[in-house]
């Protein structure tokens, strides 16, 4: 008697078209938003040492990226403005002339509503001291009166023409604060979505480069970001903030969170967004650079995985590079 064994598992793998039908998770083009920086006052996009291929761009050159973008089929984008001046409360991040909020009016004119514009709301990017939020006169971040900027924030960014604002300053009590302030403008058809998980992370180094941010002091996020040692507490921030009224949730990191994304996808039944951050995009492109991996290849097998934990929205500086790919 010859024995078999009992499964053939290699039946379902032997050629391309098997495989196609019958892969579980399906990265498609409508899965990505592409985060773009635009600077004030630049009339050259510049490059951004640490995130190879990205810029920090012109508001012309956003225009054009934003438009390829849409040609591509890449369903959103998110935005990040860097100022000229900075100062102790961030005050161009809610200026009706700030650069994120000249930005988005110039897309709306641009693409229409062809391309979903985000705009992440928070302070760092203007503050002088570089942290999420207002100080309070000990120097911690003061987070009620932080709760007050970001609806200024809120506001000026709806009235710009934002589809959807995104806050990850981690600030309790955020996104209660943003709805009742977007509700009393009027600004009801304006969607959260919340960066809900998001961890203090040693992974945003380039996008710190990116919108030259130095925290004062040389301080950092932990008293408002995740410690990234903790799961549960993933599951408590996001529940409060689906409470608080956001429309979408955010894990973040998403290659360092993959238990957290597939913990949130299993509880919610909104839709989940994953971002893949400035250092996991760095690492790919530094160790291919070296010849020591495939780049592209490993940049669509990190993706794969995120949407295989769970994720609906990948937001990713891969998402030009991807989409033509896929
Ligand atoms: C805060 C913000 C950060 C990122 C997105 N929004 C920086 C931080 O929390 O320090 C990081 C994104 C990345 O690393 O790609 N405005």
């Not at 238990?259 to 790919?284: C, F, N, T, W």
Request: include cysteine; proline fraction near 5%.
């Amino acid at each position: 008697m010859v024995s078999f064994p009992a499964r053939r598992m290699r039946r379902l793998r032997r050629t391309p078209a098997l495989r196609r039908l019958v892969a579980e998770a399906r990265l498609s083009v409508d899965d990505l938003v592409a985060p773009l920086f635009v600077g004030e006052g630049i009339d050259e996009p510049r490059p951004i040492a640490s995130l190879p291929g990205m810029v920090q761009h012109s508001r012309e050159s956003l225009r054009k990226e934003v438009a390829a973008l849409a040609d591509l089929g890449i369903p959103g984008v998110m935005l990040f403005g860097i100022p000229t001046t900075r100062d102790a409360e961030g005050s161009q991040a809610w200026a009706p002339d700030g650069i994120v909020q000249v930005a988005l009016a110039e897309l709306r004119v641009e693409v229409g509503d062809d391309v979903v514009l985000m705009a992440d709301l928070c302070l760092d990017e203007y503050t002088d001291h570089g942290h999420c939020g207002v100080l309070a006169p000990d120097g911690s971040v003061d987070n009620d009166l932080t709760l007050e900027r970001y609806a200024q924030v809120a506001l000026a960014q709806a009235g710009a023409g934002a589809d959807v604002v995104a806050p990850s300053g981690m600030m309790d009590g955020q996104v209660a604060a943003i709805r009742s302030a977007l509700e009393r403008g009027g600004h009801h058809r304006v969607a959260i979505l919340a960066y809900a998980a998001k961890y203090a992370s040693a992974l945003y180094g380039p996008f710190r480069d990116a919108v030259d941010v130095t925290i004062a002091g040389g301080g950092d996020r932990r008293s408002y970001q995740q410690d990234h040692r903790n799961r549960r507490e993933a599951m408590a921030e996001v529940a409060l903030d689906v409470a608080e009224g956001a429309d979408l949730v955010m894990v973040k990191p998403a290659l360092a969170c993959l238990d957290v994304i597939a913990d949130v996808r299993r509880a919610l039944d909104v839709p989940v967004a994953a971002y893949h951050v400035s250092g996991e995009y760095a690492m790919v492109h530094a160790a291919a650079e070296r010849g020591w991996i495939d780049g592209p290849a490993v940049a669509v097998e990190q993706l794969q995985a995120v949407k295989r934990a769970g994720a609906d929205i990948i937001v990713t500086y891969f998402a030009r590079e991807v989409a033509g790919a896929l």
